[in-house]
């Protein structure tokens, strides 16, 4: 690993083989400089009155740090999530009003118009944003530890998987805590059955992700892409 988006004493310590950097997913790197670097530890605000705080669990969590998964307050807003989901996905076809109402409780924008066929999964729900009218085939899981932006008219197949989750490579570093990093998909985007979207991805606005994909990577505007790991294939029309 290159030490030139490091501090200077974090430089100092990687030449002298002292600064451990533990791996994460691939292609994320995550360097912790602890105390003892003489570093803040990133986990404080600042409140009103110039008052430090340390950072609950949530604000960790969504800050993209090292957080405790198994946090009272996120294991309830869990359970929320996941209650709503087995309501969803036990629901009659018919029942349009009663999968309107709990598509509005489970995500924070873009339930009155959204199109989901049961069974979809969830972690929290609240940290989806939908735009108008986007739609999720049968069997679609988004591990929302992070936030998740969709655009307007998206569109994705059966069992597609959105991960903002992500594990310390590091096996110690592995066994308490985790992390996350958003992802962002655009408007009229057409994301292909079986595809992967990795955490701290974008999909550029009305591109098409192939089947069975595994997007590790930014994909742009304007372009079809495929394959694992997913990369630009051609441009299409607009």
């Known amino acids: 690993m290159g030490t ?3 501090c200077g004493r974090c430089r100092r ?3 002298a083989g002292k600064l451990r950097v533990p791996l994460s ?3 994320i790197l995550r360097v912790e400089c602890g105390p003892e670097e003489g570093h803040a530890s990133g986990n404080k605000d600042e409140r009103p009155g110039g008052i430090m705080t340390e950072r609950n669990e949530l604000e960790k969590m969504l800050a993209g740090e090292l957080y405790d998964a198994s946090d009272r307050e996120l294991a309830g807003m869990r359970e929320k999530a996941r209650d709503l989901c087995r309501l969803l996905n036990a629901s009659p076809e018919a029942d349009g009003d009663g999968r ?3 598509f509005i ?3 924070s924008s873009g339930g009155e118009t959204v199109n989901v066929q049961p069974p979809f999964f969830c972690d929290y729900g609240v940290h989806i944003f939908l735009g108008r009218k986007v739609f999720f085939n ?3 899981v988004i591990l929302d ?4 932006t969709i655009g307007d008219y998206s569109m994705f197949g059966p069992a597609v998987q959105i991960y903002t989750a992500v594990h310390p490579m590091e096996a110690e570093a592995r066994r308490g805590r985790e992390f996350g990093r958003p992802v962002t998909v655009g408007s009229d985007v057409w994301v292909g059955g079986g595809a992967i979207l990795c955490p701290g991805v974008t999909v550029g606005s009305r591109s098409v992700i ?3 994909s595994v997007v590790t990577r930014d994909i742009p505007e304007g372009v079809f892409a495929a394959g694992n790991p997913c990369r630009v294939i051609r441009r299409v029309e607009p």
């Open 25 to 27: 997913f691939p292609l």
């Open 4 to 6: 030139g988006s490091l």
């Open 105 to 107: 409780s489970l995500f």
């Open 100 to 102: 309107r109402s709990l």
């Open 138 to 140: 049968f069997n679609c």
């Open 210 to 212: 192939g089947a069975g």
């Open 13 to 15: 310590s990687a030449s």
């Open 145 to 148: 530890v992070c936030r998740v």
